[in-house]
């Protein structure tokens, strides 16, 4: 049993709202372990940029997604929540990607309603029918091979249609044997307690509106039990390759930048130095 897994679902049945971390790589979801996040949550947003360099497109795979978590889970041990698309195809392929990213060593997949663009800055696909997603959510349910794998439900029901209708959607969802719901789209309060109202699964929202972010408690009292508070660290992460990158090119001194960089010891502990040593010390042989 993955006490990464186990770990997951005790966050779930928790009365608070936990925060985790949004984390793009192994790098960031290792310096995430180190300050005591128990949820990492991969978007497929950033692990492409971060990746594979390319915008929020469908110029990933199935197996892309597959290789970012494996290495992910191999060096951080924390509960992996991502971000499944739409599993990529129908519920057939669902069923491989399930079994797929489970194997990588994830503790929850969601899977989402929204079709995936096919083109750039094209309008909105929209969503696929709530019969077609019932299939593919029961089809991730029935694909693990891990029962204390989580599959999430995640709807952009309440930015697509009238609340009443994505009401509908979110109840059919929860009788798939998904264990939560993901909410994308999120405007207003009133949503969220409308939601709570019509499902009795814990919720997960990211970057909610409506001064909800800083409101934990009003939160956790409408069934958020995960929080994702956006993706300032990627963002922070880029501007700072960017810029120290750009004062070299610019002709600037090294000795400018070393006072933003991360000292030695921070290094050391974010590249696991001191396992590495005991780890030579343990088994090395002259």
Known sequence: MSLARQRFREVLTRLDCTLAANIFDPLSARIAHMLGYEVCFLSGSVHKVANLAVPDIVLVNMSDLVDV???????????LMHDGEDGFGNAVNVVRSVKELEAAGVSAIEIEDAIPPSRFNQPDPGLYSQAEQVGKLEAAVAAREDPMTVIVARTTALAQFPLDEALER???YSQTGVEAIRLAGLKTREQLEAVHGATHLPLTVLSPPDGMLEDRDFLAANGVSILMAGNPAFGM?????????????DGGSVDDL?????????????NRTDEFIQLQEQYLRE
Do not use: F, G, M
Request: hydrophobic share 40%.
């Open 258 to 270: 070393t006072p933003r960089e991360a000292n030695a010891e921070l290094l050391r502990q974010v």
């Open 170 to 172: 979110i109840k059919a």
């Open 237 to 249: 992460a880029i501007q700072a390759i960017y810029d120290s990158l750009k004062h070299l090119k």
């Open 69 to 79: 978590c494996r290495r992910i889970t191999r060096i951080a041990d924390v509960s």
